[in-house]
């Protein structure tokens, strides 16, 4: 199973995926904005492949994008977040997680 995780975090995207193009638009909007960045690409590759490794537990997650736009609530942390990460303007994690014991009680 770890190999075949490891693989997958091989071919993942990662924190910088993007086009050039992309990653000029996104710096504008911070220029413009006057905005810094509080994390760099490998802060950020070592946060999103924490994530991914967790087997039992996925948190929730949303983002507000540079432009304004912010995201729905979400739980996959493979190639749903918002590559690239620099366009983040702030990230909210969700840190609820229903115990299988507590799930087990209720249908008794």
Same mark, same amino acid.
């Given at each position: ?6 693989? @997958? ?5 990662? @924190? ?14 911070? @220029? !413009? !904005? ?17 994530? !991914? ?54 249908? !008794?």
């Amino acid at each position: 199973m770890s190999k075949l995780l490891g693989n @997958a975090m091989n071919n993942a995207p990662l @924190a910088d995926t993007g086009t050039s193009d992309e990653k000029e638009k996104i710096r504008a909007i911070v @220029a !413009r !904005r006057g905005l810094s960045g509080a994390a760099n690409n490998t802060k950020w590759n070592e946060f999103i492949s924490f994530m !991914r490794q967790q087997d039992e537990w996925r948190p929730s997650y949303r983002f507000k994008w540079v432009n304004g736009h912010i995201s729905r609530w979400d739980t996959e942390w493979w190639y749903h977040l918002p590559f690239p990460l620099m366009g983040v303007e702030w990230f909210d994690i969700g840190l609820h997680q229903e115990r299988q014991e507590a799930a087990s009680s209720k249908t !008794r």
